[in-house]
């Protein structure tokens, strides 16, 4: 079982406000990155540190952090924004990776 | 650009060991934590295992007994070995470039450049 715990599944209508959440004992000490999966292709970051956007990714998508609790938000959320989301860290030992669950955006 | 190609067998029978390796073109190879992660069809992410460049390394604690990572800094080269396969090591096999890093009080980590991926079946 994974150690970082995602709803399986989010809808949000087209335009709408999304947040998807991440919940781990490791995330008190880290910050969750956040991958973003079409079918057929390799994730791709989306979120990492605080809340850091690799150059590409659209501004609408943001990160945040409370206690144990990850959130990444999609602000205008996009038909092209559907996809499964994974949240990612190191454990809390630091010596292994964990993935969350994932969870899959249908945007209506 | 920093890319990563890789390549291994696809098709493996139960027991034997799944193979794979990824090259890395375009940047440095230390710095950086080189992982493996896997994904079964319908399924979510797990990773596998990480190397860095001095060759140490950290494995899942589900697969350990059966996983050897290793690297060939020479050729900047990484590869995975996953012995005694049985069908629910069928996935596809991505390999992956990872950061380490502090940030206001906090650690992070990720993972920003993939492979492709390598669907592995297991099969008899």
């Known amino acids: 079982s994974s150690e970082l715990t995602q709803d399986p599944a989010v809808s949000v209508a087209l335009g709408q406000t999304v947040r998807i959440t991440c919940q781990g004992d490791?995330?008190?000490?880290?910050?969750a990155s956040w991958y973003q999966q079409k079918p057929g292709q390799a994730p791709v970051v989306v979120i990492y540190g605080k809340n850091n956007r690799p150059s590409g990714i659209p501004d609408r998508f943001s990160g945040s952090s409370s206690g144990n609790t990850a959130s990444l938000t999609i602000t205008g959320a996009q038909a092209e924004d559907e996809a499964d989301y994974y949240c990612?860290?190191?454990?809390?030992?630091?010596?292994?990776?964990?993935f969350g669950g994932g969870t899959k955006l249908t945007v209506l | 650009q920093v890319q990563l190609q890789q390549w291994g067998a696809g098709l493996l029978k139960p027991s034997e060991t799944l193979s794979l390796t990824c090259a890395v073109y375009g940047g440095s190879f230390s710095g950086y934590y080189w992982s493996w992660i896997r994904q079964p069809p319908g399924k979510g992410l797990e990773w596998i295992g990480e190397?860095?460049?001095?060759?140490?390394?950290n494995y899942n604690p589900s697969l350990k007994s059966r996983v050897t990572i290793s690297v060939d800094t020479s050729k900047n080269q990484f590869s995975l070995k996953l012995s005694s396969v049985t069908a629910a090591d069928t996935a596809v096999y991505y390999c992956?470039?990872?950061?380490?890093?502090?940030?206001?009080?906090?650690?992070?980590?990720?993972?920003?450049?993939w492979g492709k991926g390598t669907t592995v079946t297991v099969s008899s």
């Open positions: 992956a470039r990872a950061l380490p890093a502090a940030e206001a009080d906090y650690y992070y980590y990720y993972m920003d450049v």
């Open positions: 190397i860095n460049h001095g060759g140490s390394t």
């Open positions: 990612n860290s190191r454990d809390s030992s630091g010596n292994h990776v964990v």
């Open positions: 490791s995330l008190r000490s880290y910050y």
